[in-house]
């Protein structure tokens, strides 16, 4: 398998094919195809082979049941909470949590990041729900020291 690999992508240490962020060569981290050329996002998942590996990983990943835990000192435990049924069956009104998890997963292979907003009940403090946002759409900021996602 290394071999396919060497072959369709080399260790570059002089000269980066592509610099751009959110790119599925720059996720590959210091891996340039051979030929110098970029390669985007939608250009990687219309080979076939990166299609089938992304969906078989992202959709294993989906079907696997979540549970929240409580860190304790260096321990943890499984505990109940509200978020179980948001991160297991329904993170929000538009999708299962199959579908939910599906995407953010794909979404860490494309694009080396995955984005969700964590939506509060403004009276309780709540989660009630989980909201993918695409991470082309999303850009960081540093504000007075602070991270900021708009």
Not at 74 to 79: G, H, L, M, S, Y
Not at 85 to 95: G, K, R, T
Not at 123 to 144: C, D, F, G, H, W
Request: net charge positive; charged share 20%; with cysteine.
């Amino acid at each position: 398998m290394a071999t396919i690999l060497d072959r369709l992508f080399r260790r570059n240490s002089v000269k980066v094919a592509y610099t751009g962020g959110g790119d599925f060569v720059s996720h590959m981290r210091h891996y340039g195809s051979m030929s110098g050329a970029s390669i985007n996002v939608d250009q990687a998942m219309s080979v076939s082979v990166v299609y089938a590996c992304i969906h078989r990983i992202a959709s294993t990943i989906a079907q696997i049941h979540k549970s929240v835990h409580r860190r304790i000192n260096d321990n943890t435990e499984r505990v109940e909470h509200n978020v179980s049924q948001l991160i297991n069956s329904a993170p929000n009104e538009m999708q299962t949590a199959y579908d939910f998890w599906e995407t953010y997963i794909a979404d860490i292979f494309l694009y080396g990041k995955a984005y969700a907003v964590i939506l509060r009940d403004p009276r309780t403090t709540e989660v009630v729900s989980l909201q993918r946002l695409p991470p082309p759409e999303v850009e960081v900021k540093i504000v007075a020291g602070v991270k900021v996602f708009t």
